[in-house]
């Protein structure tokens, strides 16, 4: 038992870790725009994915997901949504705001709170409610010191808080979900695709061989961290995986400040210590209702 939770530990850990590591992959294709590189992302994560689906024997429970309107049209909508949260970070990972996409995940506990608040109808205890004003006192003084709105940070965090909520409704595992999910994007992405190409200014063609693999490669960076987080959080409690979770945002807030160089002067670090004071009270909450016995 210890051994499994053990691994169970390490393998979720590794997962939001790799997640966390995904700037560094997207700079290495910064030469491409973010808008045809979430089209690739598409085309290239729905082969990987289809594979894994076979390998796993999950081929009908893919199949069948696509008889059902309701299934289909949740699986649009959250693709769509999950493809706004990635064309969003990789535009931002272009543009030196590495430390913007720490700041959107840093906010996802709290956005998907507030929509389970007022969509599910769940209750909201004190302390829940003392980390959401601590969360948005942050992002004022984030607001403040950087002059403008922080759409990055807001787009990731809402983007993917209400993916979270239209997956929380699915019926679909997660390798299965993404796979629905990409299909259904399919022709739209290769329509894209196809345009670039006939424009001349598509990356097929005119990378080397290291540029195209890693094209290729897009589909494996969105899978993998996936599979192994699906892997690993059967193996461990679910108030684990809370505070896990943090680690990915946390990887990409250090590769900001320290590989990077991006500005983080006291003012902005005030603002993320609000928001980190928001987080350990969620997860002091999360922690106290889980050791709740049921009923």
Same mark, same amino acid.
């Given at each position: 038992?210890?051994?499994?939770?053990?691994?169970?530990?390490?393998?979720?850990?590794?997962?939001? +870790?790799?997640?966390?590591?995904?700037?560094? +992959?997207?700079?290495?294709?910064?030469?491409?725009?973010?808008?045809?590189?979430?089209?690739?992302?598409?085309? %290239?994560?729905?082969?990987?994915?289809?594979?894994?689906?076979?390998?796993?024997?999950? %081929?009908?429970?893919?199949?069948?997901?696509?008889?059902?309107?309701?299934?289909?049209?949740?699986?649009?909508?959250?693709?769509?949504?999950?493809?706004?949260? %990635?064309?969003?970070?990789?535009?931002?990972?272009?543009?030196?705001?590495?430390?913007?996409?720490?700041?959107?995940?840093?906010?996802?506990?709290?956005?998907?709170?507030?929509?389970?608040?007022?969509?599910?109808?769940?209750?909201?205890?004190?302390?829940?409610?003392?980390?959401?004003?601590?969360?948005?006192?942050?992002?004022?003084?984030?607001?403040?010191?950087?002059?403008?709105?922080?759409?990055?940070?807001?787009?990731?965090?809402?983007?993917?808080?209400?993916?979270?909520?239209?997956?929380?409704?699915?019926?679909? /595992?997660?390798?299965?979900?993404?796979?629905?999910?990409?299909?259904?994007?399919?022709?739209?992405?290769?329509?894209?695709?196809?345009?670039?190409?006939?424009?001349?200014?598509?990356?097929?063609?005119?990378?080397?061989?290291? /540029?195209?693999?890693?094209?290729?490669?897009?589909?494996?960076?969105?899978?993998?961290?996936?599979?192994? +987080?699906?892997?690993?959080?059967?193996?461990?409690?679910?108030?684990?995986?809370?505070?896990?979770?943090?680690?990915?945002?946390?990887?990409?807030?250090?590769?900001?400040?320290?590989?990077?160089?991006?500005?983080?002067?006291?003012?902005?670090?005030?603002?993320?210590?609000?928001? %980190?004071?928001?987080?350990?009270?969620?997860?002091?909450? +999360?922690?106290?209702?889980?050791?709740?016995?049921?009923?």
């Amino acid at each position: 038992m210890f051994k499994s939770s053990l691994q169970g530990l390490l393998i979720t850990a590794l997962s939001f +870790f790799i997640w966390g590591l995904v700037p560094l +992959f997207w700079k290495e294709l910064e030469g491409i725009g973010a808008y045809e590189l979430i089209h690739h992302r598409i085309l %290239w994560s729905l082969l990987f994915v289809l594979l894994l689906i076979r390998l796993r024997n999950r %081929w009908a429970d893919f199949a069948g997901a696509f008889r059902s309107a309701r299934q289909a049209r949740l699986s649009l909508l959250s693709g769509l949504l999950l493809s706004g949260n %990635w064309l969003i970070f990789i535009w931002a990972v272009h543009h030196e705001r590495v430390i913007e996409t720490s700041l959107g995940y840093y906010l996802v506990p709290f956005i998907s709170t507030l929509l389970g608040f007022a969509v599910l109808r769940e209750t909201i205890s004190r302390r829940q409610l003392a980390a959401l004003l601590l969360a948005f006192a942050g992002v004022c003084i984030l607001f403040l010191d950087a002059g403008t709105f922080p759409w990055v940070g807001l787009g990731l965090a809402l983007s993917f808080g209400f993916y979270g909520l239209l997956r929380k409704q699915s019926q679909l /595992g997660s390798l299965t979900g993404l796979g629905v999910e990409t299909a259904l994007l399919l022709p739209w992405a290769v329509a894209t695709l196809l345009f670039y190409q006939f424009q001349g200014t598509g990356a097929l063609g005119r990378l080397d061989l290291p /540029g195209h693999l890693l094209l290729m490669a897009s589909g494996v960076v969105t899978a993998v961290p996936l599979l192994l +987080f699906a892997t690993g959080a059967r193996m461990i409690p679910l108030s684990t995986v809370g505070i896990l979770q943090f680690i990915a945002p946390t990887t990409s807030l250090l590769l900001g400040v320290f590989l990077y160089k991006e500005p983080f002067g006291m003012v902005r670090f005030g603002g993320f210590v609000l928001i %980190w004071l928001g987080l350990v009270l969620s997860v002091v909450e +999360f922690m106290k209702k889980a050791k709740r016995p049921p009923g």
